[in-house]
C-alpha cells in the first residue's frame, strides 16, 4: 500500500469515527474534546503526512491548505495546513467548530472574549482570556463564536490538521476584529487551497 493509499484510508477512519462522535454527542466542548483525541491519534503518524507531500507555500504567500477529506459531500472537512513562521492572523471566528492540531510546528492560539455585547460587524471589544501553543500533543477546540487569533512561531513551517464542521470555503459569515479601531467585519478567507 502506497502513502497516499495508506493516508486516505486513515483519514477516512478517523473522519468516520468523528462523525459517529458528532451523531452520538452533538458539537459540544466534551464532544470536540473526544474528536481531537481521534485527530491526536491520526497526527501521530507522521508517516502519512510527509513534507514533500505537503510543501510550504513558496509562491510568497503565507499558508497553503490542502484538503485530506474525500468525501466532500458531507462534513466534517479535514484539511492540512502549511503555514510559514511569522504568520499572523487578526482575531476571528469560525461560525461552525473547529479542532486543530499539529503533525509539526507550533501555532500560538490567543482566545477572546467579546466585551461590547455586539454579534455583528461594527464596534467591537475584546479581552484576552488564555493562550495555547498548538504543538505536536497539544491542540485546541473552537465552537462557533470562539474568537482567536494565530501567530506561528519557530523556524519551520507548520503542518496542522484543521478540522471544521463546514467546508472552510463555505465560511463567508465569519467575523475578524481589529484591536486598534475597536472593530469588526467580515473576514476573508486567506491563504490558498492546493
Known sequence: MSVEQAREAAVDDALSRI???????GATRASLNDMRDVLYQLAERKELFPREDFPPPADGTMNIRYTLS???????????????PGKRTLPHN??????VVSVEGDERNRFYDRTDGGSGPGGAS????????????????LM?????????EGEQPTLHLHMYGRAIESLTDRLGFDLEAGTCDYYKLQGRTA
Open 94 to 99: 469560525h461560525k461552525t467548530w473547529a479542532v
Open 70 to 84: 474525500t468525501d466532500t459531500s458531507q462534513g466534517p472537512w479535514l484539511y492540512m495546513n502549511s503555514i510559514m
Open 126 to 141: 475584546l479581552v484576552l482570556s488564555r493562550e495555547v501553543v498548538v504543538a505536536p500533543g497539544v491542540g485546541v477546540t
Open 144 to 152: 462557533p463564536d470562539d474568537i482567536h487569533s494565530i501567530e506561528v
Open 19 to 25: 462523525r459517529k462522535i458528532e451523531q452520538e454527542q
